[in-house]
């Protein structure tokens, strides 16, 4: 079983796992539910993460991955409404203070 991708959002890992098991690729996915109360895990634990589980199509799945990121590039940084820190556009909350990106 080989880690080809992992992200916060696990909204997007589950949509590379969808492409991934559409082009007939076997994959894994470990953290689905990493946010649910998981807080006394190790961060990194919680990542949700994306497996593919034959080596042979390890390849392929990081084509595909990248082809499909590449379509969607992050977008600029926002600051923050709550506490005006800069923050990447891969985040939906702030970092610093955990204010939503939507609460301006
Ligand atoms: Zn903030």
């Not at 895990?41 to 084509?63: K, M, Y």
């Not at 600029?76 to 970092?95: I, K």
Request: proline share 6%.
């Amino acid at each position: 079983m080989i880690k080809v991708f992992e992200d916060f959002d696990y909204m997007r890992v589950g949509q590379l796992q969808s492409i991934l098991e559409a082009q007939g690729i076997k994959t894994f996915l470990k953290n689905q539910f990493g946010f649910g109360g998981t807080g006394e895990l190790p961060f990194v634990e919680t990542v949700p993460q994306l497996f593919v589980l034959n080596e042979d199509d390890v390849d392929r799945a990081r084509s595909l991955i990248e082809a499909e990121t590449a379509d969607n590039p992050p977008g600029p940084v926002w600051t923050c409404p709550a506490c005006n820190e800069e923050n990447d556009a891969a985040f939906s909350h702030c970092w610093k203070c955990s204010a939503s990106k939507d609460s301006a």
